[in-house]
């Protein structure tokens, strides 16, 4: 989409033998700039890696989306796309290359393993690597198929559209939180309360699972 | 004759397949127990009440139990015997039945030269979960052994580097592949990101363990510089001086830092 497209923003048409030249806000073409040649950081463990392959390859091409080159340097990329489970030996590797990347820039947790833990609730598995990193979208699916991560990148274009340059917030990193988990513990508490139907396990260990009985409405009263 | 076999096979088309008379009257895996695997027949010459006893599993497999405190010494002579030779080690892993049940471990053997396969299985109770290594017979029960150790607990006797392979090596839950280990681990998951985060894995490895060119010397050096000193070292001449030295040896503690930043690796650099 070419600027002079965008409602909103004024293209003086040039007349005989004037310069022609166009006003905007620096926001919109900051932004225009950077979800126009977003550079992903591949974290591909598993199965969604496969269609993340698939979705970069020849048939989805993101290189129509100024999505031109996989960066496998995290010092050279703006959108780290978690595509895959992630094991809590796995979990420093996780948080040191986020750490690594430099402002501006996005997550995108794909797949149920990445963004929930997905079947694997156990004793190895992060329960959603928002619990290690921010996250911006999340891609259902197990795994979903290219077009889910293509929308899932779309609303990461949106989300850079709506951004503001004077937003003090929107870039802030303390770095004392670098290596530290992305959320307070009793969140983590919370958001990894087990469900599903994984409870003999805990019946046979003598443990006490009183998420696993609980019905969903019970989780927030 | 064959005419009749014939009628007798389309006409079987209709009704399906029929049990022989034959099948249904052996019972199943009694003709592999009939030919008692020539190597267990050997093993009992040998050792004695020391194997304890044999099963024939799924057909053909033959499995053997023997008794903890020998099975190192067994394990060798079924590897060095001249009409054993089991060469190859598939696989050692363990097997936890639950229930206060002991636990199994599990040597998968073949052999190459006879085509011919055994499993060795030990049991060991729950309280004394100690048995001999076998890494110093065959080189890769090294980290075979190191995973059986990492989740279940068994503790291989003379093992050379015993320790965590899977698990982070800071790992506090215990062992979880034992049937008593609740499913999710014995921390709560807000501690398990914790502690995840927390890992200094660095410190786990040795500076040559992080470094490509110390395990693959190839990788660092030329050629000749490798030959010439298999060569010294075969012939029992190596005299350290006479050597041209190696590019990488000065920077070995530096490495977790310093990066590619030590000069004598840029050949190494993949």
């Known amino acids: 989409m070419g600027l002079g497209e965008r409602p909103g923003l004024p293209v003086m048409p040039a007349g005989e033998g004037e310069a022609s030249f166009l006003t905007t806000r620096l926001d919109e073409v900051v932004n225009w700039a950077r979800r126009s040649s977003l550079w992903p950081m591949p974290f591909g463990t598993a199965c969604c890696a496969i269609e993340m392959m698939a979705t970069f390859a020849t048939k989805y091409d993101m290189a129509r989306f100024g999505m031109e080159r996989m960066s496998f340097s995290p010092r050279q990329a703006d959108l780290l796309i978690c595509a895959g489970r992630v094991a809590y030996k796995m979990a420093p590797v996780l948080r040191k290359i986020w750490d690594q990347m430099p402002q ?42 290219p ?23 929107l870039r802030a990193e303390d770095p004392a939180r670098v290596g530290l988990p992305n959320l307070p513990a009793e969140v983590v508490a919370e958001i990894t309360t087990p469900f599903g139907n994984s409870t003999n396990q805990n019946k046979l260990s003598g443990l006490v699972s009183r998420g696993a009985v609980a019905r969903p409405t019970d989780r927030h009263p | 004759m064959v005419d009749k076999e014939l009628k007798d096979a389309v006409a079987g088309l209709e009704s399906g397949p029929q049990a022989t008379p034959a099948a249904a009257e052996a019972p199943p895996g009694a003709a592999a127990d009939a030919a008692t695997h020539p190597s267990v027949a050997a093993l009992r010459a040998r050792f004695g009440a020391a194997v304890q006893h044999h099963t024939v599993m799924s057909g053909d497999e033959h499995v053997v139990y023997v008794a903890a405190a020998q099975s190192a010494e067994l394990l060798r002579w079924l590897k060095e015997d001249a009409g054993e030779r089991y060469d190859l080690l598939k696989d050692v892993t363990c097997v936890d039945y639950g229930g206060g049940r002991p636990l199994e471990v599990v040597y998968e053997l073949w052999s190459i030269p006879n085509r011919r396969q055994l499993r060795v299985k030990v049991t060991l109770p729950l309280d004394e979960l100690v048995i001999d290594s076998v890494q110093p017979i065959w080189r890769t029960a090294d980290w075979h052994e190191r995973e059986a150790y990492d989740l279940f607990g068994v503790h291989f006797r003379g093992h050379p580097d015993l320790r965590r392979i899977m698990m982070p090596e800071d790992y506090a839950e215990g062992h979880p592949l034992r049937k008593d280990f609740p499913l999710r681990g014995r921390f709560s998951r807000a501690e398990q990101t914790r502690r995840a985060l927390a890992q200094a894995w660095e410190d786990a490895y040795t500076p040559q363990e992080l470094s490509v060119v110390e395990h693959e010397p190839q990788l660092g050096r030329p050629a000749a510089d490798d030959a010439a000193r298999t060569h010294a070292e075969a012939s029992g001449a ?4 006479a050597l041209p030295a190696r590019p990488n040896e000065a920077d070995d503690f530096s490495l977790g830092t310093s990066g590619s930043a030590a000069g004598g690796r840029q050949g190494g650099q993949l």
């Not at chain 1, 794909?110 to 929930?116: E, I, T």
């Not at chain 1, 997905?118 to 959603?128: E, K, L, N, P, R």
């Not at chain 1, 077009?147 to 917030?169: D, F, Q, S, T, V």
Request: hydrophobic residues 40%; negative net charge; proline residues 10%.
């Open chain 1, 147 to 169: 077009e889910g991560l293509i929308y899932g990148i779309m609303m990461i274009h949106e989300k850079i559209r709506g951004e503001a340059l004077k937003n003090p917030a």
């Open chain 1, 104 to 145: 501006p820039k996005w997550s995108i947790s794909m797949g149920a393993c990445a963004s929930s833990g997905g079947v694997f609730d156990a004793y190895s598995m992060v329960q959603g690597i928002d619990t290690i990193i921010p996250v911006d979208v999340y891609v259902p699916g197990c795994p979903p198929r």
């Open chain 2, 238 to 241: 190596l005299n350290p001086d």
